[in-house]
């Protein structure tokens, strides 16, 4: 184990043992996999939570309960209210309960390290972490109303506005139904003064680590956006043309596993390999990297760095180009994920971690090995000339199984080409040796899936992607065809 390695652990272990006590509870409720109704039960009378200790202000709760399953508005207080915690904390952009269990039970397994983005924020206080959407709270802090109340009997003659359409941090059920209890001079003003006012109201009741984390990383945010320079604006608006190679538009056009074949290869089984960037596009994106750097070296910004593992490197998402890494991935990784991991929740994928990773002289040298924090990444090379750096992979992995042996079959190792891609599973394990000579530059994007890892909560015993797992259900078969065959020669 590398001294590196050992610092990533450390930080992963302040992590895990931080404030997530509450949502480990939560994960154990076993009717989480269920929804909250789209249309209330408008007979239900609500009970009231006024007496409990709450994450959410009681009126949430109570408010909620109309749309709760026919199940759940059966069972006790206490299930009501695990069920609608659970619901809500769900919907945190923080709130990836399975990676939070995914991080402390691999860490029992250690050699193995799981690289997560949002690390470091525990162990320097100022700075904040690289994955989160929280534009939304940003806003949310910021507004005037939010010294103002709920009320504490509802408005039953109100009737809710629908916030299906718009993206926010918990359940557009629960701002639908939190509507009668907005003070009257909140209940008339737009959908937008009213959507600030009822999720500052909601974060002001999370656990204070959580909340402080996440405005901490609004602020962060904000104040790289306002103060940054774009070199290359166009990067910031996904042109496909001038980002992507003919071949890759083509077969995103057809989105067919026939099309999608045409122009990958599968070198080994789970690693997708095929050209996808412009070399102009490549430079834009170095240059940009470069300038943003340079910014950060002039203004002396803390910036954070990608993951626990790397020490240079920049979170895109960061500085002004999520919305354009959320194109990419919805428009030209989902359709090609969906065909080819279905099994890990590729046909979901929901949010994203945008960063770039350099290697060379006065860089990182290279990259222990570990698994991701996603579902499904995407590595390109963006250049430049550079000795090395190749990526080894040795056979995908289940948290229970992530430290078995490597099978024969599963050694693979991949040279970087500029403009080209890999797309593998975040728990096929993986590393980079080092770069001997020159300065490599790779782009990355975690993918992830909400629904994936809520299911996966779930469902503990078995993972079909897990090159260990496959081979017990094999075994199990065996024997239990075995048995039967003894049975047979009694009779
Ligand atoms: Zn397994």
Not at 139 to 162: G, V
Not at 332 to 352: C, E, N, Q
């Amino acid at each position: 184990m590398s001294s590196d390695q050992r610092e990533s652990q450390q930080e992963t272990t302040v992590d895990g043992s931080g404030t997530t006590t509450m949502r480990a509870t939560a994960a154990t409720t076993t009717f989480s996999s269920q929804r909250l109704r789209i249309n209330p039960n408008n007979e239900h009378r609500p009970e009231s939570y006024e007496d409990l200790k709450l994450d959410f202000p009681s009126a949430v709760y109570s408010s909620l309960e109309k749309y709760l399953p026919q199940q759940i508005l059966v069972s006790s207080r206490e299930e009501k209210v695990k069920f609608m915690t659970d619901i809500m904390l769900r919907h945190l952009p923080h709130g990836e309960r399975s990676r939070v269990s995914t991080l402390t039970s691999s860490l029992e397994l250690l050699p193995f390290t799981v690289m997560s983005s949002d690390q470091r924020e525990s162990q320097q206080e100022t700075t904040v972490d690289g994955s989160g959407t929280t534009t939304m709270r940003a806003t949310a802090a910021t507004t005037t109303f939010s010294s103002q109340r709920l009320r504490i009997n509802p408005n039953n003659e109100h009737r809710p506005e629908s916030y299906e359409d718009l993206k926010l941090d918990f359940p557009s059920a629960v701002y639908s139904s939190l509507e009668k209890y907005l003070p009257q001079q909140i209940l008339v003003s737009s959908r937008e003064e009213k959507v600030k006012f009822m999720t500052d109201i909601m974060l002001r009741h999370l656990p204070h680590g959580e909340r402080s984390r996440a405005q901490r990383h609004s602020v962060y945010r904000q104040k790289i956006i306002t103060n940054y320079q774009p070199l290359h604006k166009e990067l910031y608006t996904l042109a496909p043309m001038q980002c992507f190679v003919p071949s890759f538009i083509k077969a995103i056009n057809e989105s067919s596993e026939k099309s999608f074949r045409s122009i990958i290869s599968e070198p080994s089984p789970g690693v997708f390999v095929f050209d996808m960037l412009q070399p102009s596009f490549c430079e834009m994106m170095l240059a940009e990297v470069e300038n943003f750097e340079k910014w950060v070296g002039e203004t002396k910004f803390r910036i954070m760095r990608p993951n626990t593992m790397n020490k240079y490197g920049a979170v895109l998402d960061d500085f002004g180009l999520d919305s354009m890494l959320d194109k990419l991935m919805e428009s030209f990784i989902r359709p090609m994920t969906k065909v080819f991991f279905s099994d890990v929740g590729g046909a979901t994928l929901d949010s994203h971690h945008g960063f770039v990773v350099e290697y060379g002289k006065d860089r990182d040298l290279d990259l222990g090995f570990h698994v991701d924090d996603s579902e499904v990444t995407l590595n390109v090379c963006l250049g430049n000339q550079f000795v090395g750096g190749e990526l080894f992979f040795r056979g995908t992995r289940c948290e229970r199984h992530v430290n078995t042996t490597t099978k024969p079959d599963e050694i693979y190792d991949y040279s970087h080409v500029p403009g080209q891609a890999v797309l593998h599973r975040g728990r096929h394990r993986h590393g980079a040796r080092a770069t001997t000579s020159g300065h490599r530059v790779n782009m990355l994007l975690w993918c992830r899936s909400s629904v994936f890892r809520e299911l996966k909560s779930h469902q503990k015993e078995f993972s079909s992607w897990c090159g260990e797992c496959f081979c017990e259900k094999k075994e199990e078969k065996g024997r239990a065809l075995d048995a039967l065959r003894q049975v047979k020669a009694f009779d």
